[in-house]
């Protein structure tokens, strides 16, 4: 079996809305008068990714957003279905990213496939200068119950010929540090969260390179996109989606970010979630017609 051909990454939820944000080459936008209904925002992120290869075509739902009522208002609006999804991949164990996970099963109604890394399940809690946020668990009982077929990797795992969940990804460059005040509860003690169960998608299209998606990038966008080189054997970088979360990290560090964004060779760089304003005005910037901000209903289309 060949490499896939199309790959098509629909925005479900996103922190931002714009209707006016225009349409770039690879990323069309939503028409909001054109819709059934309006597009809600959310603080999280959800992903409808389309996988075409010859005649098979494979939808894999990446996250659910902060919650299930935002989620299925904007999956209504698309006119995207519950049961068109094959299987779902939750990238990491943040509430911003599974909130809708329950609603969604239980609205679809079938069991599917759910990957994920094993440490999704530990609560989790923030230490921010407002205070403690948390604790928030999913439970894997409730998952269970719901009849999933649950895949837990740590390790590199391929879901389809050239498409790839990461595994723990290595942090090997200097300046992408741990997320500040993020705590894990692993057997009844409080710890830094390394937050090793985040994940990417990587979805390698050959000659026209690596397409990949990092929904929070805690472990950080440039080690996430030199392991997806690393895994793959591609060294080419066709399109870097999701959230960067860069909103409060120093300029020095931005700029090293860029530079390894640049030095990807990536056609499109489509940003959101956590993000930051700042770094997406310095990122539109700096990378000009390679650069797009990613609202809820933009739909990246990359064909090879
Ligand atoms: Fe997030
Ligand atoms: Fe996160």
């Not at 164990?93 to 094993?118: A, K, M, N, S």
């Not at 498409?163 to 993020?182: D, K, N, S, W």
């Not at 937050?195 to 990949?212: F, H, Y």
Request: charged share 20%; proline share 7%.
């Amino acid at each position: 079996m060949s490499l896939p051909e199309k790959v098509s990454v629909t925005a479900v939820v996103d922190n931002y809305l714009d209707v006016f944000e225009p349409p770039t080459p690879l990323v069309e936008r939503a028409v909001a008068g054109k819709l059934k209904k309006p597009l809600l925002a959310g603080h999280g992120l959800a992903f409808l990714v389309d996988i075409t290869n010859g005649e098979d075509s494979f939808c894999l739902l990446v996250d659910t957003g902060n919650a299930f009522e935002s989620f299925r208002h904007n999956m209504e609006a698309l006119e995207r279905t519950p049961t068109e999804v094959d299987g779902l991949f939750l990238s990491h164990g943040h509430p911003d990213h599974y909130g809708g996970l329950l609603g969604f099963l239980e609205w679809r109604g079938e069991p599917l496939p759910v990957y994920c890394h094993p440490d999704v399940f530990w609560p989790k809690y923030l230490m921010t200068p407002r205070g403690k946020v948390g604790p928030w668990k999913l439970e894997r009982d409730k998952l269970e119950a719901a009849g999933v077929e649950l895949h837990c990797n740590s390790e590199v795992q391929q879901l389809r010929q050239g498409v790839y969940l990461t595994g723990e990804i290595p942090r090997r460059t200097p300046f992408e540090g741990p997320m500040p005040g993020a705590k894990i509860i692993k057997n009844g003690e409080d710890m830094d969260d390394p937050l090793v169960d985040e994940q990417a998608l990587v979805v390698n299209m050959g000659d026209k390179g690596l397409v990949i998606l990092s929904t929070c990038s805690h472990p950080g966008i440039v080690n996430t996109i030199n392991y997806a080189k690393e895994i793959t054997g591609n060294s080419k970088v066709y399109a870097v989606i999701g959230g960067l979360h860069l909103a409060q990290v120093s300029q020095e560090v931005l700029n090293q970010t860029i530079s390894g964004l640049k030095e990807s060779g990536a056609e499109l760089v489509l940003t959101g979630h956590c993000t930051g304003f700042r770094p997406n005005c310095t990122m539109n910037r700096e990378l000009g017609s390679r650069f797009a901000v990613s609202c809820v209903g933009s739909k990246a289309t990359l064909a090879a």
